[in-house]
């Protein structure tokens, strides 16, 4: 009668999952917890893209339903356009037009289409969907001169801002790095939803950045954050260094390489004869 | 079976890259060039970025080329003295080769360069091989005598100064003309990707006028020269070699040169030259094609200014 029954470890599970990022000790509120099942991604000479899960929870005390987004971005890095136009006949490149920065990969997932989420004054204040994706662009258009290059700076005030960004999302659609899945996240049971993050072989290495947000009636009412790490390693990781820290010693080895293969072919050829 | 390429960054199917390899190592040892201007355009096609396939196939090229001299060495049919000549004009080419491909790569014209010189060099010495080899095959057949072959070198050739002699060629001349051959070479080995014998051979069979029987082995001894300073630049200075993808081509590449060489006494020198010029004159007309018709979009990625 006095031993009094030990804690419930489902107390101490909560603290075996990542932290929610602004929501400590609410559990009698509206949030989102989620986590990743690989938060590292080894590309190896066997890489053929990955298919990492996100999977997570929603506490919906409220009676109102709650929707679910999952964003994922990959590393920024600078966009180079050219455009191409027919001269007499031949079609030509254009002067090279640059964005200084949009992200590497893009994804959205989510529970239903994303303007019957929010608003688009919210979706765009958050950065959130392929249409309102954060693309880094000057007010004005000016010139940089880079490499003895010169290129032309988006200016997102110009008149054709919108075709060039628009083409920067369906190329990068085109080879699988912007996704936008309006049913990719599946409840699998009450309050328990799963997605899936696809990267390409073509995804670019470094730190990813995934938010999770959980919306009501159009509003972001929580949000957790989560990092994904893509990375080379291995033999791939050691030959991507050593062409990039010793590019002229990387050169001769391989010139060497291919000499020697000649040479030892004639060598067995011409024994069998 | 697919393999992940550390530098070009994306994963191909090894089994069809050796295929490949083979395949044109066979067309190069049956007609004694590197095939170079083959394997580009095929590499690109199979989604390999095109950077990186015209500076990795460069050393498909030297292996080749150091398997076709040796043998022809063996056969003393290689002029060193003239190779050597040719390979300084083209180290000069590929330093101003490289440079200048990363330039237009920067100015976004790369491809456009790429696709003119293809259609502009392949196309000419495609069509002028056939048909001098058709001519010359339709003559046979008629029982017609041969023409009497026209000896004399253009004067020029004799007018310049820096007098070399070269005795396995047959030659008394100035070593510019072979310098500057060797410098277009180089350029052109930067550029396209390729050796440039499918030029060399001709210009130094026309124009130099030199022995035939040295011809063959002097280009690829030169060719070995040049497409190894081209790969150490492009490699030191735009990082596009990938060892993977040059390794998986060389291992069919070897073989399958060994294997054309063996082929080509099979055939007469001139059903050869026929094929051959076929080949280049297809190829150059493929590669032009893609600036005349309508692109699927109008907007392309260039390549960016950290890589």
């Known amino acids: 009668m006095q031993a009094l029954p030990p804690p419930p470890p489902a107390i101490e599970a909560p603290l075996t999952l990542p932290a929610p990022d602004r929501s400590e000790a609410t559990t009698g509120e509206l949030r989102v917890a989620a986590a990743l099942t690989d938060a590292r991604v080894r590309v190896d000479s066997s890489f053929r893209g990955a298919s990492i899960v996100l999977f997570g929870a929603v506490f919906n005390p409220t009676p109102e339903p709650a929707d679910v987004v999952v964003v994922v971005r990959g590393p920024d890095a600078p966009v180079r356009l050219v455009k191409k136009t027919r001269n007499m006949g031949v079609w030509l490149n254009s002067r090279p037009v640059l964005f200084e920065g949009a992200p590497g990969f893009y994804m959205t997932a989510s529970t239903r289409p994303l303007s019957e989420i929010a608003e688009f004054g919210q979706l765009r204040r958050l950065g959130v969907g392929v249409d309102h994706l954060r693309i880094d662009a000057p007010e004005e258009s000016r010139t940089v001169t880079r490499y003895g290059v010169r290129d032309v700076v988006v200016s997102r005030l110009g008149d054709d801002y919108l075709d060039w960004r628009r083409a920067v999302i369906r190329l990068k659609e085109a080879a699988a790095l912007y996704d936008t899945d309006p049913k990719g996240v599946e409840f699998v049971d009450r309050g328990l939803f799963r997605a899936e993050v696809k990267l390409p072989t073509v995804a670019p290495t470094g730190k990813y950045y995934a938010e999770v947000w959980l919306f009501q009636d159009g509003e972001p009412q929580s949000v957790s954050n989560l990092t994904l790490t893509v990375e080379k390693v291995g033999l791939e990781r050691d030959i991507y260094e050593f062409a990039h820290r010793r590019p002229w010693l990387y050169g001769l080895v391989c010139v060497l390489l291919a000499a020697l293969t000649g040479y030892g072919a004639s060598r067995v050829f011409s024994r069998r004869n | ?307």
């Not at chain 2, 100035?174 to 499918?198: D, N, T």
């Not at chain 2, 026929?274 to 109008?298: K, Y």
């Open chain 2, 1 to 307: 079976m697919d393999i992940y390429l550390p530098i070009a960054e994306v994963s191909v199917n090894w089994p069809t890259l050796v295929i490949l390899g083979a395949v044109v190592g066979f067309v190069s040892g049956l007609f004694g060039i590197g095939g170079g201007f083959l394997m580009a355009p095929i590499l690109v096609f199979l989604g390999i970025p095109p950077t990186v396939a015209v500076a990795s196939q460069a050393s498909h090229v030297v292996a080749s080329s150091t398997s076709g001299v040796i043998r022809y060495a063996g056969q003393g049919a290689v002029d060193f003295r003239m190779g050597l000549v040719m390979a300084g004009g083209g180290a000069v080419g590929a330093l101003a080769g490289v440079e200048l491909f990363r330039y237009l790569r920067l100015l976004g014209q790369a491809d456009l360069v790429v696709a003119l010189s293809y259609l502009v060099f392949l196309g000419v010495i495609g069509g002028l091989m056939l048909n001098e080899s058709l001519t010359e095959i339709l003559r046979r057949r008629r029982g017609l005598p041969a023409p009497r072959k026209e000896r004399r070198r253009p004067l020029w050739l004799y007018g310049l100064p820096l007098k070399m002699k070269f005795p396995k060629s047959g030659l008394y001349i100035s070593a510019l003309p072979p310098f500057g051959l060797g410098v277009f070479a180089g350029v052109l080995s930067a550029i396209m990707g390729v050796g440039g014998g499918f030029i060399l051979v001709p210009a130094m069979l026309y124009v130099l006028r030199m022995r035939a029987g040295a011809v063959v082995g002097t280009s690829l001894f030169q060719i070995i020269i040049t497409t190894a300073i081209t790969t150490i630049l492009q490699a030191g200075r735009n990082q596009t070699v990938d060892i993977v993808l040059s390794t998986i081509l060389l291992l069919g590449g070897v073989v399958g040169a060994q294997i054309g060489a063996r082929f080509a006494g099979r055939f007469r020198a001139e059903e050869l030259r026929a094929a051959l010029g076929l080949i280049v004159l297809l190829v150059g007309i493929q590669m032009g094609l893609e600036l005349f018709v309508r692109p699927s979009d109008i907007f392309l990625i260039a390549p960016g200014v950290a890589d």
